[in-house]
């Protein structure tokens, strides 16, 4: 029997696991999930006889090799950073590799070996990115194959909560890694191309600068711009369009008052504060505002942001508990962003039976030879989570990434090389299979807007 080795268990890898310990026999192949901890893994592949918990610290080389040396296709599902140990391993070994992060700088300096020695390292496979590029390519081909040429690119994502389990002010749980919502939109400014303008949008920003989408049977959302919105220009052959922009998607309203948090400065993640061990979640607020020896912090608060007692966006912030002076921060030497983490995710954690909700919406506008009509079609997907296990997030990552990794070790897919799942020989049968698992794209031709 053929060998797949998964590094990594977390949050994210439910719905791959499952995927996975299902197909042992039919696809006759053995299944070994490496993490530091065996207790999550044990609980989730049960009785299999063809799959096994190892217990590993990823930096003890010699038994990291020792496994890979045995893999067929390599799986990591591990911290993006972590990727080039693994990938350096595969490509000793000679052995493919999977994983759902964005190819880094040391990865595509490996692409000549990889594809000298005829392996496959396919990577932004899970979610966004990943099915956000096989959804996108496969209309944009579609429209090329009808002698199209597209002209205007908008892509949508966000990972929410599902309208059952919809139950705070926010419209928000958090169906991932905490932190990554936390310090979203910092490191650089959102850049992007509109009407043949290139267009900036520094951190401060990001925020304001929202724009709303409708997606049938689920209401209006808002969604603000990425960081780099021109990252995949050359891959998705949109040299010659004139507006390319990506965004996420939130509730309605969720942006406004994030906006302001932002302003307060509690999301910096530049520096440390002195004593947050010690400090009530009051007092961390409290640091970011005015003096003043009579001013509550909840009226300072209200008027360092403006914000009248009777907006909505107030009872937001009570929402969170920010002005409670019994709960303590409990973290020595936090950032602000790590504080305001901590805080969120005693309110934002999804409950056992609570849903997420995966949404996507792509924009493709599109002119044709002869004619200086602008056409348009929408592709909208919708996926709902089982509970706080088997959750959106994890079927929409952890499927497709699945599903590549049974074609790769099948020999179905076979173009060797550091790629993304941009090819039909990848996308479309993910996409059918995907289908049956209720991810679903739904595609229309409708009046083109213009966009942003």
């Known amino acids: 029997m053929k060998?797949?080795?998964?590094?990594?268990?977390?949050?994210?890898?439910?719905?791959?696991?499952k995927y996975l310990l299902e197909r042992t026999e039919t696809h006759q192949f053995k299944l070994h999930i490496v993490d530091q901890s065996i207790?999550?893994?044990?609980?989730?592949?049960?009785?299999?006889?063809?799959?096994?918990a190892i217990a590993l610290d990823i930096h003890n080389d010699a038994e990291r090799t020792k496994l890979i040396e045995k893999a067929d296709v390599v799986i990591s599902m591990m911290p993006a950073f972590l990727?080039?140990?693994?990938?350096?391993?595969?490509?000793?070994?000679?052995?493919?590799?999977?994983?759902?992060?964005?190819?880094?700088?040391?990865?595509?300096?490996?692409?000549?070996?990889?594809?000298?020695?005829?392996?496959i390292f396919m990577n932004e496979c899970g979610l966004d990115p990943g099915i956000d590029h096989m959804s996108a390519m496969k209309v944009l081909d579609e429209i090329r194959e009808k002698g199209g040429n597209p002209v205007h690119f908008?892509?949508?994502c966000g990972g929410l909560v599902a309208p059952e389990s919809d139950d705070n002010?926010?419209?928000?749980?958090?169906?991932?890694?905490?932190?990554?919502?936390?310090?979203?939109?910092?490191?650089g400014?959102?850049?992007?191309?509109?009407?043949?303008?290139?267009?900036?949008?520094?951190?401060?920003?990001?925020?304001?600068?929202t724009e709303f989408l409708e997606i049938e049977g689920f209401g209006r959302f808002e969604a603000y711009a990425n960081r780099d919105s021109l990252g995949y220009r050359e891959a998705y052959g949109l040299q010659n369009a004139h507006t390319i922009y990506r965004g996420t998607m939130r509730r309605v309203?969720?942006?406004?008052?994030?906006?302001?948090?932002?302003?307060?400065?509690?999301?910096?993640?530049?520096?440390?504060?002195?004593?947050?061990?010690?400090?009530?979640?009051?007092?961390?607020?409290n640091s970011f505002l005015y003096y003043h020896p009579t001013d509550s912090v909840e009226v300072k608060f209200r008027l360092t942001l403006n914000v009248e007692q009777d907006d909505t966006v107030w009872d937001k912030f009570l929402a969170l508990d920010l002005f409670n002076n019994d709960k303590k921060v409990g973290l020595k030497n936090a950032t602000p962003a790590q504080v305001m983490e901590k805080i969120l995710s005693e309110k934002w954690t999804l409950q056992p039976n609570d849903k997420d909700m995966i949404v996507m919406y792509?924009?493709?506008?599109?002119?044709?030879?002869?004619?200086?009509?602008?056409?348009?079609?929408?592709?909208?997907?919708?996926?709902?989570g089982e509970d706080a296990v088997l959750t959106g997030m994890a079927k929409t990552v952890g499927l497709p990434v699945g599903i590549i990794t049974l074609k790769i070790l099948n020999g179905e897919i076979t173009t060797p090389g550091i790629q993304m799942p941009l090819t039909k020989e990848v996308y479309e049968p993910v996409l059918k299979e995907l289908e049956t698992f209720g991810i679903i794209f739904q595609e229309k031709e409708v009046p083109y807007d213009g966009g942003i």
Request: hydrophobic residues 35%; contains cysteine; glycine residues 6%.
């Open 362 to 384: 792509h924009k493709f506008g599109y002119t044709m030879q002869g004619s200086t009509e602008t056409f348009q079609i929408d592709s909208t997907m919708v996926c709902l």
């Open 83 to 119: 990727h080039p140990i693994i990938a350096a391993d595969c490509l000793k070994f000679s052995k493919h590799l999977v994983t759902a992060s964005y190819i880094s700088n040391e990865l595509k300096e490996m692409d000549g070996e990889v594809k000298a020695k005829g392996l």
């Open 39 to 52: 207790t999550s893994i044990q609980e989730k592949i049960a009785d299999n006889p063809n799959a096994f």
């Open 189 to 209: 400014a959102a850049k992007f191309l509109q009407q043949g303008t290139y267009k900036y949008i520094p951190y401060q920003r990001i925020f304001k600068r």
């Open 154 to 156: 908008e892509s949508f």
């Open 169 to 187: 002010i926010w419209k928000y749980k958090f169906s991932w890694n905490p932190r990554n919502v936390v310090v979203a939109g910092q490191g």
């Open 3 to 17: 060998n797949i080795l998964l590094f990594g268990s977390g949050r994210s890898t439910s719905s791959l696991i």
């Open 253 to 285: 309203g969720y942006s406004r008052a994030w906006n302001m948090l932002v302003q307060l400065g509690v999301t910096d993640d530049t520096y440390t504060i002195e004593d947050s061990e010690n400090m009530t979640y009051r007092e961390f607020i």
